[in-house]
């Protein structure tokens, strides 16, 4: 699959392109790519994805602190398992929020010699969200080009949405988000040195760099699985502030103590897939109290990973 960071980047002719944000490819994305890559290929063409980076409600609200549900580079490699051709990181500023609609589909016959356009069932494009559905019928009419307009994938009757998945973490509620995104939400983070407190207490954890734009699930203590290289591990993994000690940090860690494991991983990429929340994160009167609920998460862990979560 080619990556290429702008539409300026790029000259092919007769490609079947969506375009979005597509942040985490939930299962309601992944309709509209697989549709995408189905239809495009069987016509000879290639399936393209036009993506954004910033985010477009990062940039138009000025929103700052974790946001995204994966990185671009992680975007990316989930639409490359579904099969895309071309994706292309188009950064989006203010510049580009005051384009007109007319002026951007311009762009994509020029640069992409666009054929067919899919879009989903509230797409809209351009300034002031002018190029809506029927706008584009327009414009298609204009530039010879063919829309089509996928219906949503609903699910417990509500659309499927990267608000939902970001509504769901916030509550810890990782089950839902799974359910949503149709695969386990997780988090990538180089394996970083901590303060070593967890193998003073018996309890090693790798203490994970994660992305500072991605959003974390709510503090707690996870059921987890945890991908190094081409191994899976379970895991209990907790976010937090870790209050017992140190509650006044402001810094969020995740620490992950993976199951039966004992080797030096530092300066290793380690994956985490979040499966089911234990509990919130707790301030205990002392160090024996803490030591005792972790080995008590770590036993429930284990007994999920092995009853409700095996591999």
Same mark, same amino acid.
């Given at each position: 699959m080619q990556i *290429? &960071? &702008?539409l300026d980047e790029i000259t092919v002719d007769g490609v079947w392109l969506t375009i979005g944000s597509f942040d985490g490819v939930h299962r309601g994305h992944q309709e509209i790519i697989r549709r995408l890559v189905a239809e495009a290929h069987e016509a000879g063409s290639p399936a393209v994805v036009l993506t954004f980076y910033p985010h477009p409600t990062v940039v138009l609200r000025g929103l700052t602190g974790p946001f995204y549900l994966t990185s671009p580079e992680e975007r990316s490699a989930l639409l490359s398992e579904l099969g895309v051709d071309i994706v292309i990181i188009q950064r989006f /500023? @203010? #510049?580009? $929020? /005051?384009?007109? $609609? @007319? /002026?951007? *589909?311009? +762009?994509l016959k020029s640069q992409l010699g666009l054929m067919k356009l899919l879009v989903g069932h509230d797409f809209t494009l351009g300034r002031g969200r002018e190029g809506n559905i029927p706008t584009l019928e327009r414009l298609g009419k204009e530039f010879n080009f063919e829309g089509e307009v996928t219906q949503p994938v609903l699910l417990r009757g509500q659309v499927i949405s990267s608000s939902q998945v970001r509504a769901a973490l916030a509550e810890g509620n990782v089950a839902y988000a799974h359910d949503l995104l149709g695969k386990p939400y997780y988090v990538v983070g180089d394996v970083v040195p901590g /303060? =070593? @407190? =967890? @193998?003073t207490i018996g309890i090693p954890t790798a203490n994970l760099n994660v992305w500072h734009e #991605?959003?974390?699930? +709510?503090? =707690? *203590?996870? *059921?987890?699985r945890a991908r190094i290289g081409g191994e899976v591990f379970g895991a209990a993994t907790n976010i937090g502030i870790r209050p017992t000690f140190d509650g006044s940090a402001p810094v969020i860690h995740v620490e992950a103590h993976i199951l039966d494991f004992n080797r030096d991983i530092y300066n290793q990429k380690v994956s985490l897939d979040f499966l089911a929340r234990l509990r919130g994160e707790q301030k205990f009167p002392n160090v024996q109290e803490l030591v005792k609920q972790i080995h008590a998460d770590i036993e429930q862990a284990r007994q999920l990973l092995t009853l409700e979560y095996p591999s």
């Open positions: *290429v &960071s &702008s /500023d @203010r #510049q580009l $929020a /005051d384009t007109s $609609a @007319r /002026d951007f *589909v311009l +762009k /303060d =070593g @407190r =967890g @193998r #991605q959003l974390l699930p +709510k503090t =707690g *203590v996870y *059921v987890s």
